[in-house]
């Protein structure tokens, strides 16, 4: 590891772990190996999906949609949710064994009413910027690690606006629970490699942490 490093901790709340409103299959087991990962890590950044109510990719929102529905949006389209992460509810809350006092950021993402953000970097339209890059390359930041929930959705539109903003990017895979939703999964692995997003293991990542590099 070196002091360009950084550990980027994708939306790790209570919506998106069993009993959530939106909950990921197994999400709760990304917390161990994160919390190993975030003990390891000089700088950790965590991003918390936090949508005000009635927002637009909530099902609820449209009338005679259904979750997991596709809209035709003024972006694109845009799957439709549950309810889930409403800002200030506990569903929105990091999960409670996330040690999450470490993190130098929080970044808040899919605030805004009628747009969605899956990536940490720009929202649903693909034009605002969330600030990360600014953040991250005034920090001098140029290798990231990327875990959390979900892999098929925020994990990897987060993985591959990284790459195409010139980071290095890392996603640690057993750090990371999917959705899989239509063949996101292979989707997403598809994706990632395409774009050059290497994908490894939390142990494989620590172990070359340990030699020099
Ligand atoms: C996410 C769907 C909706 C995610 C967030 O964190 O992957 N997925 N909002
Ligand atoms: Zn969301």
Aim: charged content about 20%; aromatic content about 10%; overall charge negative.
């Amino acid at each position: 590891m070196t002091v360009r490093d950084a550990l980027l901790v994708v939306d790790v709340q209570n919506d998106f772990c069993p009993g959530g409103r939106l909950a990921v299959p197994r999400g709760d087991e990304v917390v161990a190996p994160i919390n190993r990962l975030v003990e390891r890590f000089d700088h950790v950044i965590l991003t918390q999906d936090w949508h005000p109510t009635g927002h637009a990719s909530f099902a609820s929102s449209h009338q005679g949609s259904a979750p997991y529905d596709t809209l035709a949006a003024s972006y694109g389209p845009q799957t439709l949710w549950p309810d889930h992460c409403v800002q200030g509810t506990r569903g929105a809350e990091f999960h409670p064994g996330l040690v999450a006092a470490k993190a130098e950021l929080i970044l808040r993402k899919g605030f805004r009413q009628a747009v969605d953000s899956y990536s940490a970097f720009f929202e649903n339209d693909r034009i605002t910027p969330t600030g990360l890059a600014g953040y991250l390359r005034e920090r001098g930041f140029e290798r990231l690690f990327l875990a959390g929930l979900a892999f098929d959705f925020c994990v990897v539109w987060s993985a591959e606006d990284a790459r195409r903003l010139g980071f290095e990017v890392i996603v640690l895979e057993d750090a990371c629970r999917g959705l899989d939703v239509a063949g996101s999964m292979r989707d997403a692995v598809r994706r990632m490699d395409a774009l050059g997003v290497a994908r490894t293991s939390v142990a494989g990542a620590l172990a070359t942490f340990s030699g020099a590099i």
